[in-house]
């Protein structure tokens, strides 16, 4: 009778003992989803670096007001919100969307954050660096597209809302459907607005860029990836043994227009 008793006892206290791990399981993967939902709709980032008039605009109005964006504040604001840099303004952000990451907003922008790597573009430009493979997805009213790589590169809005991507250093693969670009440092890629066609990939010239180019001159500090940018622009300028340095221009009807100066 004492052995039945002990029995009964010993099945009671592993049958507890089961559903107590099963709750420990439950409230373990339970906190997990609740962070994985906090941290995917929060970008944590801080400002460094601000020139003229930004400002963070949340997409609802009942989540928050218009900020205007000053040096050291750091942004908390949950997902979606905009940034926007207004004429002869610039902001660069650290830590965007994850630490290691740089990413600048040239002047005359507006861009909504839509997931931690989906950026719509109302208008504008801005520069990424970053040194893990990540995939973003990058879109206007018109055009989609997908990048998946690690470096530093630029991405332009185009006149008909298609993009102009630059990469500076690193690799980067562009993708759309079917169609995959890969592309190397100095490489020019333009997108667009009708069904996301992609060009061939225009070698532009990256000593000059580098000597040219706002989103990378007009900041108080340097890139983090600088020293590999100068690198590549050295390689690229012994490979090519160029007669002529080019300086990219705008993109009017589809058709990429460039300024040639001839070497004396």
């Known amino acids: 009778m004492q052995n039945s008793s002990s029995h009964k006892i010993s099945i009671f206290k592993s049958i507890v003992l089961f559903f107590f791990t099963c709750l420990l399981l439950f409230l373990g993967s339970f906190a997990f989803a609740i962070e994985k939902h906090a941290e995917s709709n929060h970008n944590s980032s801080q ?19 218009t900020l205007e964006l ?4 750091k942004i908390t604001q949950p997902i979606p919100y905009a ?6 303004s610039y902001l660069e952000l650290l830590d965007f969307p994850q630490p290691n990451n740089v990413t600048r907003i040239g002047q005359s922008t507006a861009i909504e954050i839509r997931d931690r790597f989906h950026l719509y ?3 504008g430009s801005s520069l990424i660096s ?7 997805t990058l879109e206007t009213n018109s055009t989609l597209i997908n990048t998946f790589g690690y470096g530093t590169w630029m991405v332009e809005t185009t006149d008909q809302m298609g993009f102009k991507i630059v990469l500076l250093e690193g690799k980067l693969a562009v993708f759309q459907d079917n169609m995959t670009v890969f592309l190397n440092s100095g490489d020019l890629l333009l997108i667009s607005e009708i069904k996301g066609q992609i060009s061939q990939k225009i070698k532009i010239d990256l000593p000059l860029l580098l000597q ?4 990378l001159n007009n900041f108080k500090s340097e890139l983090t990836s600088n020293s590999r940018i100068i690198s590549a622009a050295r390689v690229q300028a012994m490979r090519l043994k160029k007669r002529f340095e080019a300086v990219v221009g705008g993109v009017k009807n589809n058709k990429l227009q460039i300024w040639a100066i001839k070497k004396n």
């Open 47 to 65: 400002v460094s670096f601000v020139y003229g008039q930004c400002y963070l605009q949340p997409k609802e109005v009942q989540s928050g007001k």
């Open 70 to 73: 000053s040096s050291g504040v």
């Open 83 to 88: 940034l926007v840099a207004r004429e002869n």
């Open 121 to 123: 573009f109302f208008q």
């Open 130 to 136: 970053q040194r893990e493979n990540t995939k973003w």
């Open 212 to 215: 040219t180019c706002r989103l």
